[in-house]
């Protein structure tokens, strides 16, 4: 009995040993959570870096270094085809369907656009949940002011989403309990929101950029959002007054001499916008607005996934013998945009056509530091081709792709790497030049012209064109000068969609698919995988595609 | 009907005045040779002494004693002490039956079991000369599958028991090791070491595991020591091996004309254009190299003969309180990869001590260190590689680029670099079984502990194109990865035996609990001064300096009741029930209960057969259903998290900052609770003929439900992804064992066994609503993992009527489901499982005389793959090289099997192909050395024999590298040519 009692006792012993529950409590310490993040002002600050990461990672390809990733070489080439710009000639496979308008809804950067703005949208929603939670502030402006960044982000997001793809879901917060039935809001409803957005990020963000850090946002870029914002809704005065507050806001200036890094170095004042290390404030560049940062070998400078733009824009020219890569020549090029013969003109090739092209003559756009027309042969061991000039002929500008007039926006080469496939300048992703642009798009819709021509002006004088008169100043007009500031810079996709010219300039420039092209190609699909996902509520595809 | 043996024993008087004598015998079986282990002891006393390996024993005991003979697998035999000396025994029995298996917390005999698992014994395990465990069981065990993705020295495989339950958790079987839940690699464990394994694979097997089980449960038993003289073993192996084949490449005439039909098809070039010289088919490197012929073949560079050996030296004897075993095993094995390599070493004790009568102990210590660095080449970019590009530069160094395009590099490029890895594996496990007051009762606690770290430091210097100099920046990259692990297991168990007549009883019951963490840094930099330092010197990295360290942290708490009862030894029922807690789970729903009943009837033994059926030696039915769980999941999946792995920069000269942002899967579930498998088997346990056919023949039917599974839901939520109890599956399938003696000569025995498995697995439901997840290709009524794609028919040819739009001569013919003349989403159907239908394999035995051979072969049966031969768009990017022979559409080569290079496949749909392969795994010869000659030099045995594993295979498919990875750059499994000796001294 004694042994049973003693025997029954240790073992109650051992059995109440483990009865504790903390036991299987889980603590998170290899993550940031929201809870121990949004709790403070330098928390805050550290995601709004991260909606700062995420519009960067827009560039990015195939996500090195774990951003977000399309996992496709030519995501932003993906607006710029099917336009008047650029044609598609053997590019790479994830961009040929976008070129020849025969995407489908599985397309794969059809898909992976609407999650990098929805990623977007929901971290600024994330922040703007928490910030209204959080009572813990360095100062009273915080939370106005991390808010204002956040909404401008969801505006942004918005944006590409609404170009792109037309009614598409308005959500502002982080659902928990997850909905399988969302619907399409009416594109004029979201675009209301946008605007509701952009005004609260004009009213609360810095007002002074020189008193920001490099590539924080700032109350005029907003306002420059905002006036495209207008645009597109067809609120054409409130553009107008939007766009006018940043040119008047006495910050910013259209770079009219030579500055920066450049030195004594040859080149234009318009080539030197786009030399490395010349867009921020810092080196005297006056007329960015908001630049997207990138820094070579650098951490948090971007990877070698990032902005493939450069290998798009510039010809394959090491393919012919005689060349070697350079990185005055732009480093690698793959030339997945082979630009079209009409705006930059055959003249110093030996292409068919004579074609003018839309430039003037004493245009420095179109200057031999902007669009490179002269190739010279830079390969010591090749003795009898070295330094003599190489001609552009229809075949290398068209078949081979090998040699064309290349932009140089986008030229980027190191020495030490010559086969670099991404590029590390930084992105000027709004600039004076174009809010003088949006604003004559504003009068053009309020049906003044002469207003219109005189902001036009304002951009052609500083690229050393003739001013134009009020008679002479149309849509049309607009759209070839944004081409001749902007090209490669702007989302050819966008500026056409906003203006409802895409058909009628497909037709008239772009010959591969003007007869091919109709209203349906305005929009692109909704991805198939989020038809597939949203069960609980009808879906309805854009015309034209299944 | 039974097995006889003839003992022979001696003894002699050498004392009269006492009562006691030496009693010396041997212990024999049938054909003359000596029993080792069988136990002598002398009755009504507690010490006794153990046959030596040739069956000879000493014991000391009084001329009117009487000795108990006991063996394992026989009967006990009772006889009175020889007075002059002479002990003859006969021992009878079904050595079968009476083999003790180890199952969950203990041993049992195997005609007492009710649950379905398959024993491998030391046979099993030793047909297969290799170094590693997994692969020594290859398709010996049936439901038991083990594919080898990466076939590199000491990695790891993928084992599933009776196919896959969850869709997304874990589907690993929990491996016990000496009693203890093991998590780290079997790679670690020296075969030469296990004593037993034992597959758990119905609920009531591994029941008594409930919360880890529903995977099934893999029985490691380490080798202990016995009672006897001390034994010494060797053991070695040498041997040489080279991957199993190569991939078919063109050669490069071959090349230069694929590469002008590229040109001409998909880019339009004609005439000037299409000369490799002066036009555009090719890089201007090529160009060179082709002008001066200079070819090169590129797998010769990464592919190499590679040399294997092994050596293990064990020692282990006891007395009747104390046992021992201790081993050590040194493993040298190159992989056939250039660069790849294992270095391995074992030490492994255990004693076993009996302090008196209520209290034994044992300790267990093993350890393993592995050393296995070294950057291998990339084997994609050799396959891939053109002919004529160029390897080495005029200085020998590797040319970065060798056909200039940047995706396909120089496989080579990066091997100079310096990896150091290495990895401690420390395993102590330690038990205590006390006999309580009561009798009948006993308490037994098990403890374990396992700690193992790995280090890698990595440096790629200045002679490697990843640590090169870039013009004014310093080159050399250098990483250092510290990861550590370590886990205990506190277990105690109650168990409570008797014996009422006929009826016999027991009862466990346990509580245990674990707790695991995880937890690892990494340091990065690049820029070093010089390469001399490797990366010893990382705090002087001058750019690109990074740090991190990750942790994670899991415990789970458990109870356990199971009863066995048995009546007659002929109906045996047993039931168990189990609640566990896992910290994975959300609050409310941290623990679950898992219960399970099994019956068995051991028809066999009931008079109307064992009487009337002569041929029937055994048969028994076995009938289970239950229930188990699966919590494996990564913890911390019920939280909200935060992604900041990127940094960002402000301005041209600004430092890093930390950025965080919500992921796509960002989003925790709270309510995430266990998966729970329900299934039924039904078996049967058979031996025929006089034992010459025996076998199992098992069917089970499981049923899974609350899947832990990632749901896709649309990204408006703030997520596309979310972890969630959604859905059931159910897994149904028949496994057969058979094992036969074909020939019983005295000479010359042939033995087969033959195991085949069948499993089907499909989808039962997802959310409840009816509705297929396309988004995931999880589709009702379809197997877990299936491809889901548009379906590829054919090519079309010339001339063919071309019925759908966008189609061409060349391109793919896609199957259109609704004819409607378009292919669009709607037409994709499920391909098919991406796992087998079925495995069966084959083993032979041949012994004649003192020579011993064996072969075995397996096999895997209709399972799609992706078929990454004919998908020639992603194979050669419309740039490099592709595989010989290849059949691919041309204007002149109209009847094709493979699409044209000008196909860009619009959809990007895959290609698919249903693969079955049969390879030969094994063929052995050996020789044992006759006893008396061994005895003459001075040892107690010596076998020698030669192997071949992996010989070929025989396949549907080809140009593949390893037939469990159709990718064609997996790394490839070896044919190795094999040398072994083991001594027993």
Redesign the interface.
């Known amino acids: 009995m004694k042994n049973i009692i003693t025997t029954s006792l240790g073992l109650i012993v051992l059995l109440t040993l483990g009865g504790c529950k903390k036991f299987l409590e889980e603590e998170l310490k290899t993550e940031l959570a929201p809870s121990n993040t949004y709790t403070s002002t330098y928390g805050f600050e550290v995601g709004s870096a991260g909606l700062y990461t995420l519009t960067r990672s827009e560039y990015n390809t195939y996500g090195e270094g774990g951003a977000f990733i399309h996992n496709g070489a030519c995501p932003y080439e993906a607006l710029q085809v099917s336009t008047d710009i650029a044609d598609a000639i053997n590019s790479d496979g994830s961009l040929t369907a976008f070129a020849n308008l025969t995407l489908t809804a599985s397309e794969r950067f059809v898909g992976t656009y609407w999650n990098w703005a929805y990623n977007l949208i929901s971290s600024a929603n994330l922040m703007l949940v928490y910030s209204e939670k959080n009572t813990n502030w360095d100062t009273p402006e915080d939370k106005a002011r991390f808010q204002a960044e956040a909404r401008f982000f969801r505006a942004y997001a918005y944006r590409t989403l609404v170009y792109l793809y037309g009614d598409v879901p308005y959500v502002e917060t982080i659902l928990y309990d997850f909905q399988l039935n969302f619907t399409r809001t009416p594109k004029a409803e979201v675009i209301g929101h946008m605007v509701d957005d952009l005004k609260f990020a004009v009213d609360n963000l810095p007002t002074n950029p020189d008193g920001v850090k490099e590539g924080k946002l700032t109350k005029w870029a907003a306002s420059h959002l905002l006036s495209e914002i207008y645009l597109l809704q067809g609120n054409h005065a409130e553009a107008e007054k939007a766009a006018l507050a940043v040119i008047n806001s006495g910050y910013y200036n259209l770079m009219k001499n030579r500055y920066g890094v450049s030195g004594s170095k040859p080149g234009d004042v318009f080539s030197d916008l786009f030399l490395e290390n010349n867009q921020n404030r810092k080196s005297g560049n006056k007329e960015s607005i908001w630049v997207l940062q990138f820094q070579f070998n650098t951490i948090g400078g971007g990877t070698n996934s990032d902005d493939w733009t450069r290998r798009a824009w510039i010809p394959n020219y090491s393919t012919i013998t005689g060349f070697v890569l350079a990185d005055t020549l732009g480093g690698r090029g793959i030339a997945q945009l082979v630009p079209m013969k009409w705006w930059v003109g055959t003249t110093g090739t030996n292409a068919t056509g004579n074609v003018a092209g839309i430039f003037e003559a004493n245009d420095i756009r179109n200057s031999g530091y902007n669009i490179k027309r002269n190739w010279y042969y830079n390969n010591a061991n090749e003795a009898s081709l070295y330094g003599k000039k190489a001609n552009i002929t229809e075949q290398t500008w068209f078949t081979t792709k090998s040699l064309f007039p290349a932009i140089t926006k986008f030229f980027y080469g190191r020495t030490e790497n010559l086969s670099l496939t991404g590029s590390y300048k930084d992105r000027m992703k709004f600039r004076l030049a174009e809010t003088y642009l949006l604003l004559a798009e504003a009068y053009l819709g309020q049906n003044m012209p002469d207003k219109a021509a005189q902001a036009v002006n304002e951009v052609r004088k500083r690229a050393g064109a003739s001013e134009i008169t009020g008679a002479q100043m149309n849509m049309d007009f607009l759209l070839d000068e944004r081409i001749r500031e902007l090209v490669g810079e702007e989302s050819r996709r966008f500026t056409l969609v906003r203006t409802n010219t895409l058909v009628e300039r497909v037709k008239k420039y772009n010959n591969a698919i003007k007869d091919k092209i109709t209203d349906n190609n305005i929009l692109w699909p909704i991805p198939q995988v989020i038809r597939d996902a949203n069960t609980g509520a009808p879906f309805p595809q854009n015309p034209g595609y299944n | 009907m039974s097995a006889t043996l003839s003992v022979v024993a001696t003894n002699y008087v050498y004392s009269q005045a006492t009562d006691q004598i030496n009693v010396k015998g041997q212990v024999t079986n049938e054909a003359g040779e000596g029993l080792k282990g069988v136990s002598v002891m002398i009755k009504g006393a507690k010490n006794g002494v153990q046959t030596d390996a040739n069956g000879h024993y000493t014991i000391r005991a009084s001329r009117t004693a009487t000795l108990v003979f006991t063996y394992i697998g026989f009967n006990n035999q009772e006889i009175k002490v020889n007075p002059l000396g002479v002990n003859d025994v006969k021992l009878s029995g079904n050595n079968v039956l009476d083999q003790v298996v180890v199952v969950g917390y203990g041993t049992a005999k195997k005609k007492d079991l009710t649950g379905g698992l398959a024993v491998v014994g030391k046979e099993q395990l030793s047909i297969v000369s290799t170094s590693n465990l997994m692969d020594r069981l290859v398709g010996q065990v049936a439901g038991f599958s083990i594919t080898t993705g990466e076939a590199a020295p000491g990695a790891s495989q993928t084992l599933l028991i009776r196919g896959e339950n969850s869709i997304s958790a874990n589907n690993s079987p929990l491996i016990i090791l000496d009693g203890i839940p093991y998590s780290g690699s079997l790679a670690d464990i020296d075969p030469n070491n296990v004593e037993n394994l034992s597959i758990l694979k119905d609920a009531s097997a591994s029941a008594i595991y409930g919360s880890r089980a529903a995977n099934g449960v893999i029985l490691i038993q380490t080798k202990r020591g016995a009672l006897g003289r001390a034994q010494v073993n060797y053991k070695g192996l040498i041997g040489m091996a080279e991957p199993m084949q190569r991939i078919n490449v063109m050669g490069p005439n071959e090349y230069i004309r694929f590469q002008q039909d590229i040109a001409r098809i998909?880019?339009?070039?004609t005439g000037a254009?299409l000369d490799p010289i002066a036009g555009?088919i090719i890089?201007?490197t090529e160009?060179g190299n082709y002008a001066k012929g200079i070819t090169n073949n590129w797998q010769d560079y990464v592919f190499r003969k590679a040399m294997t050996m092994d050596h293990q030296l064990s020692i282990s004897g006891g007395t009747e309180n104390t046992k021992y075993m201790a081993a050590l095993a040194a493993l040298d094995q190159e992989g056939v990869v250039y660069n790849s390599k294992l270095s391995r070493l074992n030490i492994t004790t255990n004693v076993d001590q009996t302090f008196n009568k209520w209290l034994t102990t044992g300790v267990g210590l093993q350890y393993t260190r592995k050393s296995d660095g070294g950057i291998t080449p990339n084997l994609e970019h050799a396959i891939k590689q053109s002919p004529y590009g160029s390897y080495k530069d005029e200085s020998g160094k590797y040319v970065?680029?060798p056909m200039?395009y940047?995706l396909i590099v120089n496989p080579m490029r990066n091997v100079n670099a310096i990896q150091d890895r290495y990895n401690n594996n420390f395993f102590l496990s330690g038990y205590a079984n006390i006999l309580?007051?009561?009798e009948g009762?006993s308490?037994r606690s098990n403890f374990g502990y396992n700690y193992r770290n790995g280090f890698t430091g990595t440096y790629y210097g200045r002679n490697t194109f990843e640590g090169r100099?870039?013009?004014?920046?310093a080159g050399g990259s250098a990483s250092i990865n510290n990861s550590n692990y370590n886990d205990y297991t506190w277990e105690?168990l109650?168990k409570y035996e008797r014996q009422i007549g006929d009826h016999r009883f027991d009862v466990t019951g346990l509580?245990s609990?674990q707790?695991t963490k995880s937890w690892s840094t990494a340091q990065s930099g690049a820029g070093f001064v010089t390469d001399d330092t490797e990366y010893f010197m990382i705090g002087s990295a001058s750019?690109?300096?990074?740090n991190s360290?990750?942790?994670?942290?899991?415990?789970?708490?458990s109870y356990m009741g199971r009863i066995n009862y048995a009546y007659k030894g002929k109906y045996l029922l047993t039931l168990t029930g189990r609640t566990d807690?896992?910290?994975?789970f959300g609050i409310n729903n941290?623990y679950a209960f898992f219960p399970v009943a099994a019956a068995a009837w051991q028809i066999g033994e009931e008079r109307f057969l064992k009487d009337n059926v002569k041929w029937l030696d055994m048969l028994k039915i076995r009938l289970s259903y239950g229930a188990n769980g699966n919590q494996a999941i990564t913890?911390?999946r019920?939280?909200?998290?935060?992604?900041?792995?990127?940094?960002?920069?402000?301005?041209?000269d600004?430092?890093?900052?930390?950025?965080?942002?919500?992921a796509?899967d960002g989003?925790g579930n709270p309510n995430l609770k266990w998966e729970t498998t329900y299934s039924t088997n039904l078996g049967l346990d058979f031996q025929l003929f006089n034992n010459r056919l025996g076998g199992t023949i098992d069917a089970y039917l499981s049923k899974t439900k609350d899947l832990l599974m990632t749901r896709?839901?649309?990204?408006?939520?703030?997520?596309?992804r979310?972890w969630d109890n959604i859905g059931a599956t159910q897994n149904k399938g028949i496994e057969v064992t058979l094992n036969s003696a074909n020939v019983k000569g005295e000479n010359f025995q042939w033995n087969t066994t033959a195991v085949f498995s069948l499993n089907r697995d499909k989808i039962v439901e997802l959310r409840g609503?009816g509705?297929d997840?396309?988004?995931n290709n999880w589709f009702i009524g379809q197997p877990l993992r299936v491809f889901y794609d548009y379906k590829m028919i054919g090519v079309w040819q010339n001339g063919e009527t071309i019925t759908v739009d966008?189609a061409a001569p060349g391109a793919a013919k896609l199957y259109d489901r609704d004819g409607n003349g378009k292919i669009?989403?709607?037409d994709r159907v499920v391909i098919g499982s991406k796992n087998p239908r079925y495995t069966a394999s084959l083993a032979n035995r041949f012994s004649y005389k003192n020579f011993y051979a064996s072969a075995l072969v397996t096999g895997v049966f209709d399972v799609w793959r992706d078929d990454h031969m004919a998908n020639l768009?992603a194979w050669t990017f419309g740039i490099t090289n592709y595989v010989h022979d290849a059949n691919y559409w041309t204007p002149e080569n109209p009847n094709a099997t493979i699409v044209s290079p000008g196909y860009?496949?619009?959809?990007?749909h895959g290609y698919y192909k249903k693969v079955s392969y049969v390879q030969v795994k094994n063929i052995t010869f050996g020789y044992k050395l006759p006893h008396k000659i061994a005895k003459k030099i001075g040892v107690n045995g010596i076998d020698i024999n030669a192997s071949v594993n992996n010989l070929n295979t025989i396949s549907n498919i080809r140009e593949v590298l390893n037939y469990d990875n159709t990718w064609m750059a997996s790394y490839p499994t070896a044919r190795s040519y094999m040398f072994g000796l083991n001594v027993n001294f």
């Open positions: 998909r880019q339009g070039y254009l555009d890089s201007v160009r970065p680029e200039e940047s309580l007051p009561v009762l308490l100099d870039q013009g004014t920046q105690n109650l509580f609990m707790k750019r690109l300096v990074s360290a990750s942790l994670s942290e899991s415990a789970m708490l807690g896992a910290s994975v941290k913890p911390y019920t939280l909200d998290r935060l992604y900041s792995n990127v940094k960002y920069i402000w301005g041209d600004g430092a890093a900052v930390t950025t965080a942002y919500l796509g989003v896709t839901v649309p990204i408006m939520n703030g997520y596309n979310i609503d509705i997840d396309i988004a966008g669009e989403a709607s768009g860009l496949n619009p959809l990007g």
